[in-house]
């Protein structure tokens, strides 16, 4: 069961299956309302444990990386919440539009981030991000 535990494509399609089967049980009841909360919370979740990896961490670790990396995840998901907000079969407006202007605050405080080059980011210059980070697991749990 542990062969595969750092192969990113085995890990990656364990991933894509169990989504796959969310989505196909969720739409068997009428929930996929519920589905866009499900995203969310899962790549927060993962997020926030990868904050705490940073604790003690040094940029030479490549844990500061890995969460500054998490911006390009971050502008998916806001493109995914924006697509959701825009659908005719939204029934969760407030709620996904509250979600997004969160995921969009993020993004900002990433956006504010200069790395000169071949510099690593690093526990100063993702302190907000991680702030931000925490509070909106905070929000989901």
């Known amino acids: 069961a542990y062969d595969n535990i750092d192969n990113n494509d085995t890990l990656s399609k364990i991933a894509s299956n169990a989504y796959h089967k969310t989505c196909t049980n ?75 202007l969160k995921l969009k605050e993020l993004k900002s405080e990433y956006d504010k981030i200069e790395l000169l080059e071949n510099e690593k980011p690093n526990a100063e210059k993702l302190k907000e991000v991680i702030i931000l980070i925490q509070e909106l697991r905070a929000e989901l749990v």
Request: proline share 3%; net charge negative; with cysteine.
């Open 26 to 100: 969720l739409e068997k009841s009428n929930r996929e309302n519920v589905l866009p909360f499900i995203v969310l919370g899962s790549w927060v979740e993962s997020v926030y444990i990868l904050t705490y990896a940073c604790a003690g961490s040094e940029p030479e670790d490549g844990i500061y990386e890995e969460l500054y990396a998490q911006k390009r995840h971050l502008e998916g998901l806001i493109a995914y919440f924006s697509d959701i907000l825009n659908s005719e079969n939204n029934t969760e407006k407030e709620e996904i539009k509250s979600k997004l």
